[in-house]
């Protein structure tokens, strides 16, 4: 009986285009047991799926080595190396400083040999890659490529004596695929984002002892801890333990959800202040972080219009010209008896302005400026595809954690009910007294409130957390509770009374609201929320100016406060409650609805 299929997913090193994707597809084919290979230059992965009687991991991954794709370790996402030991770069540096001494020798009046010398040179350095790349895609491939039709419209201008020319376009040729590796490691970095939200460790126990593994051995049934401040390795529901869980990371969601035995916890986000002992539900390849992963690599192996006429047009046309080119050269001399050095000459000239070596460059080097630019605006555009549908945008689609708020909770009111009894300030030092021995992001926030506020924490002793419900601590003597309104109602001997009107307002305005009090009595109210960035409003208004008929938030925050953010923002629609393969969703749906659509965000 055959042994099932399996399959093993490779980051590599050394692949940045389609041409060393064709490298590995060749230098694989017909391996051993190798049933399928799929290469995605875009994301510097290959997929194969091979037969464990004929082939193993080890074996595939020495092979990828020897072709010169070496296997990267773990999770780890290859990069470029650096310029000054990339010999792409340096060849073509070569190429241009030999152009350019040329160039120069040639205005001081150096003999003509001279200059003639450092244009051959040129072309013949920064011409090794793009030339050896044109003979493997013929003699492999079967294919003239735009490279092989650069590299004859480089020679034949050469043989005409514009040596000059010649050279100057092998170097711009040579410069643009040496930037090339460079452009798709900008587009990487998105991919490696979200690979560093999951730990490369985890610690499952097994067989009645705790022991590492790396995540990606992780089974599901599997029983893993995740200790406080952790990140959770894969998808899984927890069997023990409670504790808050800041799933802003993979959700958006701004406050932690408190977790209890029963409840799902997703790879990539933030345990708080409790250990939770978890049983992985999907393995590391099939978990949420891995398959926003998996939707972002296919996002980017999409190429641009331009792109993709570019490639159908070099595979079409460049025989042509070449055809043309060889009648042109032939024909009338066989034919008509013609001059042979008068018609050669012609099919020369044909082929130089035939060659649509600018048109190719164009591309490439258009793409390098406007991803460099929009880097150093701060703006990371992942690919070809994405700068060309920008201006057809109708609809922008925005997060909200994080992109329309600045990412942290941050305190916005503080209410205390007898001023007499406790004023504002002292109910801040008290709350920052008891909340400043706290981890929780919301107790965070009250300290650090305090402190902008100058408000000194009050002394306290015996602090408790009351996990997923809040915390409490001794004052002069006295048991004072800090927490959420299910702590005062349902956990404490007496529930007090909660002033339900002022509740209700600032938990409709999107606010998580703490109540500060004894057993007895609530003395105050602390709201918290991720308050929104101080040019979310001029953003959102520019971009209806500019002809954006439409500005939607797309949120793993709940209804109510995605309500409240809209409101004040003035967007056009908002859908709450979302996981991202839901913001997956609602994004194709905007688009079949409107058109263009661009999201913003997470």
């Known amino acids: 009986m055959t042994e099932a299929l399996k399959t093993l997913e490779l980051r590599v090193g050394n692949l940045d285009c389609e041409h060393d994707a064709a490298a590995i597809e060749r230098g694989l084919t017909g391996f051993p047991g190798l049933n399928d290979l799929c290469v995605y230059p875009k994301s510097a992965k290959v997929a194969l799926s091979f037969d464990p009687a004929a082939a193993t991991p080890e074996t595939l991954k020495a092979q990828l080595d020897a072709l010169g794709f070496p296997p990267q370790a773990g999770l780890t996402m290859p990069a470029p190396p650096k310029p000054w030991r990339n010999p792409k770069v340096l060849t073509a540096a070569a190429s241009g400083v030999l152009l350019l001494v040329g160039w120069l020798g040639g205005l001081g009046g150096a003999p003509e040999s001279v200059s003639l010398a450092m244009y051959l040179a040129a072309i013949l350095v920064g011409g090794y890659y793009p030339g050896r790349e044109a003979l493997e895609a ?8 735009i490279e092989l039709l650069m590299a004859v419209a480089a020679i034949t201008a050469t ?23 460079y452009t798709e490691e900008k ?4 991919v490696k984002a979200l690979m560093d939200l999951a730990p490369k460790v985890a610690l499952v126990r097994r067989n009645g002892s705790e022991v590492e593994i790396p995540v990606e051995d992780i089974a599901v049934g599997d029983v893993f801890i995740v200790k406080p401040g952790q990140a959770v390795p894969t998808d899984g529901e927890v069997v023990a333990g409670t504790s808050g869980v800041n799933q802003a990371p993979v959700t958006g969601e701004s406050v932690p959800v408190e977790k209890q035995p029963g409840a799902t916890v997703f790879a990539g986000s933030i345990n708080g202040e409790g250990a939770l002992e978890v049983r992985a539900t999907k393995a590391f390849a099939d978990n949420t972080i891995s398959r926003i992963i998996q939707m972002v690599e296919a996002a980017q192996e999409r190429k641009g219009r331009s792109q993709r006429f570019i490639e159908r047009f070099g595979a079409r ?7 043309i080119g060889v009648l042109i050269a032939i024909v009338p001399p066989l034919l008509f008896g013609a001059d042979w050095v008068t018609w050669i000459t012609r099919a020369t000239v044909f082929i130089v302005a035939a060659a649509p070596c600018a048109l190719v460059i ?6 390098v400026a406007t991803l460099g630019t929009g880097a150093r605006q701060g703006v990371l555009i992942k690919g070809g595809i994405y700068v060309e549908e920008l201006a057809k945008v109708k609809v922008v689609a925005l997060d909200k954690t994080g992109t329309l708020t600045k990412g942290e909770p941050d305190v916005t009111d503080i209410i205390p009910f007898d001023e007499k009894r406790l004023t504002r300030a002292q109910l801040l030092a008290l709350a920052a007294g008891i909340e400043g021995r706290s981890q929780h992001p919301l107790a965070q926030a009250i300290a650090r409130h305090a402190e902008a506020q100058g408000v000194t924490p009050v002394a306290v002793s015996d602090f408790r957390s ?8 001794k004052h002069n003597g006295r048991a004072v509770y800090v927490g959420s309104p299910d702590l005062f109602r349902t956990q404490l001997k007496q529930a007090p009374e909660i002033p339900a ?12 609201v703490v109540l500060v009090g004894d057993e007895s009595s609530v003395w105050g109210m602390v709201a918290i929320r991720d308050n929104i960035r101080p040019n979310a409003r001029r953003a959102i208004k520019a971009l209806h100016a500019v002809g954006v008929e439409k500005v939607v938030m797309l949120t793993g925050d709940n209804a109510r406060t995605a309500q409240a953010i809209a409101r004040e923002l003035g967007l056009d629609e908002v859908y709450a409650d979302l996981k991202p393969a839901d913001k997956v969703s609602r994004v194709r749906e905007l688009a079949a609805r409107y058109g263009h659509v661009a999201m913003v965000g997470d």
């Open 138 to 145: 013929l003699i492999f491939e079967r294919q003239i490529g």
């Open 159 to 181: 043989a005409m004596g514009q040596a000059l020319e010649g050279a100057m376009l092998v170097f711009l040729y040579a410069i643009s695929e040496a930037a090339e590796g």
């Open 187 to 190: 587009t990487r970095s998105a």
């Open 317 to 323: 046309y460049s025989p042509l010209v070449l055809l």
């Open 362 to 367: 164009s591309i490439p080097i258009t793409l």
């Open 466 to 473: 009351l996990t997923g419900a809040g915390v409490s601590a």
């Open 501 to 512: 009107d002022a509740l209700r307002r600032l938990q409709t305005a999107g606010k998580t």
